[in-house]
C-alpha cells in the first residue's frame, strides 16, 4: 500500500509543470490536498498527473494554498515549500468513476 505518491501539477493556462507529493489519504473524490515547491494561485485551473501505479490525470481548481515549513521535507530529499488544495472538476460521470477506480488501485 503506498502511502504518499509522486504527481505533477499542471498550470493550464501557463502550461508550468510543478513536482508535487500527495499522501493518499488526503486523495478524496472531492478533491486533494498537495504539497508543491512552487506558488499556484488560487482559483487556477489545474490538472493533477499521476505516473504511479499508473497515469491518471484529473482537472480541478485550486481553492486554497499556505505555506508550509521550509525545511519539511516529504518523501525524498526535495523541500516542499506549499501546500495546495485542488477541488476537482468532472466532466461527466465517467470522470468521477475513472478516479474512483484510481484510488481503490492505491488503497
Known amino acids: 500500500m503506498l502511502t504518499r505518491i509522486p504527481a505533477i501539477i499542471k498550470v493550464n493556462a501557463s502550461g508550468q509543470l510543478l513536482d508535487a507529493r500527495i499522501v ?4 478524496t473524490n472531492a478533491g486533494a490536498e498537495c504539497f508543491v515547491n512552487r506558488f499556484v494561485a488560487k482559483g487556477e485551473p489545474v490538472t493533477l498527473v499521476f505516473e504511479q501505479p499508473h497515469h491518471f490525470a484529473v482537472k480541478g481548481l485550486i481553492v486554497a494554498w499556505y505555506t508550509f515549513t521550509t525545511s519539511t521535507r516529504v518523501l525524498g530529499p526535495d ?3 506549499y501546500r495546495v488544495g485542488i477541488k476537482f472538476q468532472f ?6 468513476e475513472a478516479l474512483k477506480n484510481y484510488r481503490s488501485v492505491l488503497q
Open 91 to 96: 466532466a461527466s460521470p465517467a470522470e468521477l
Open 24 to 27: 493518499v489519504s488526503e486523495l
Open 79 to 81: 523541500v516542499f515549500r
